[in-house]
């Protein structure tokens, strides 16, 4: 089974200032893709970035990038130079063998001007 | 349309309606998915179509969630005899191609249901 765990509820960032988000992950499957998306106050989840277990470098997406750590299972997403736009709940999710997405529980982020 | 479109947006039901939801996928995408989402929580996977396959359903809480995807576009959830617990939004996602592998999901806004 796949498991996925966002242990930050929420969090305060102030603008213009880099934030990471926290994610852990379980899963026995040596293939392995992880995603984050984030889902603003109007429902959508909008993808962010993808980090394919097999890649050898972390991932980068404009102002977002992956610090991906295959041994700790951990892949945790940073933003940078925060926007007021960024305010919105982020997910992590993680798609192994099948293929569905496991989401973790979200952690709100709330930029501060 | 562009993107994933749902219907309705917002549904109530009284306890023991049957409720239908709808989804528009992406004209072209073979994969499409469900999913309930509680209110504070993640998204949680309910089942997941292959054109009018239907090959997980794993995720359906019980006999009276039934999905289907006719002609392997538009698919429908249903619900039959609502209860409290079934309130949350009904997220739809479909994706480009099948398998497994690097696909991105597009998903719609939701439908938020309300069982009262």
């Known amino acids: 089974a796949q498991k996925i765990t966002q242990t930050q509820p929420g969090m305060f960032v102030q603008e213009k200032e880099a934030v990471t988000l926290d994610c852990t ?8 893709g992880l ?5 603003p106050s109007s429902g959508e989840m909008i993808f962010l ?28 997403l940073v933003i940078s130079a925060s926007q007021l736009g960024d305010s919105a709940m982020y997910f992590c999710a993680l798609k192994a063998a099948g293929n569905k997405l496991t989401f973790g529980g979200g952690t709100r982020v709330l930029v501060k001007p | 349309g562009a993107g994933v479109s749902q219907s309705p947006r917002y549904k109530v039901a009284k306890r023991g309606q049957d409720v239908a939801l709808r989804c528009d996928p992406i004209s072209g995408h073979v994969s499409l998915f469900w999913y309930q989402q ?33 002609e392997g576009s538009v698919s429908t959830l249903k619900i039959q005899r609502t209860q409290q ?17 690097y696909e991105k999901l597009f998903f719609g806004s939701g439908t938020q249901l309300s069982v009262l």
């Open chain 2, 38 to 70: 509680a209110l504070g929580q993640g998204p949680e996977f309910l089942t997941y179509f292959q054109n009018e396959a239907q090959l997980d359903k794993s995720g359906l809480p019980s006999d009276r969630f039934f999905a289907e995807r006719p």
């Open chain 1, 35 to 39: 995603f984050w998306y984030k889902q």
């Open chain 1, 49 to 76: 970035i993808y980090q394919g277990s097999y890649d050898q470098q972390n991932a980068t997406e404009g102002r977002y990038s992956l610090n991906f750590q295959k041994a700790r299972k951990s892949a945790n």
């Open chain 2, 85 to 101: 617990e079934d309130s949350a939004v009904y997220l739809c996602a479909s994706s480009l191609a099948a398998g497994t592998g």
């Open chain 1, 25 to 32: 992950y379980d899963t026995s499957d040596p293939s392995y």
